[in-house]
């Protein structure tokens, strides 16, 4: 009668490795979550506010400060004070040379003149004519410059009347381009217009006087 065991082995049991068979083939408990982290997310991170760890700044970029003077404002600025600058020179050296040699202005001007037209004006009338009008410009330019360094602090009132000083600015330098001066304060003064609506300047006056937003779940501090 032959031997129902094989001789090379132990006799037959029902696992053949001689334990019970564990619920995990590996040994250890199955975790809640795939690779033994947390269920729904399979890193093991807490998922960041934002996809590149800065809200709503992608690629990693620190987001903008919306309470930050945009380029395009300081650019304005800069443009409208050296303009106004170089212009102011110019009126004040004018009104010297006026002021200086005022007779022989108007000696000049009277030998210019028609008989007809010194009936209606004279040398010294024109001469002063010329004189106001080369100190206004003058106050015009200082204005201009104050304007541009109040709209750098944020001043709308400011933006507005630097834009329609500077579109008077174009106007004139319009009517009266003979020369490359006048051409320059023509481009100086569409520049300025233009800068001043763009670049996020928009945004940036509008959020002058109003409160920063606060987290969800926090109070004010003197609440």
Partial sequence: MSDPHPPWGPPPQDNPYGQQ???NPYGQQPPAGSYGQQPGNPHGQQPPASPYGQPGAPYGQPARDPDRRPGTVTAA?????VSSGVSFLLCALLALLIMVARDDLIDAMEDEMTASQRDVF???DLATVITVIVVAFAVWCLVALVLAIFAMRRSNVARILLV???AMTAIVSLLIITSVVSGLTLIAGIVVIVLLFTGGANEWFARRGQQPELPVGTTQPWG
Wanted: glycine share 8%; proline share 14%.
């Fill in 21 to 23: 068979p564990p619920a």
């Fill in 77 to 81: 600025a800069i443009v409208t004070m």
């Fill in 122 to 124: 004279n040398g010294d």
């Fill in 164 to 166: 329609i000083s500077a």
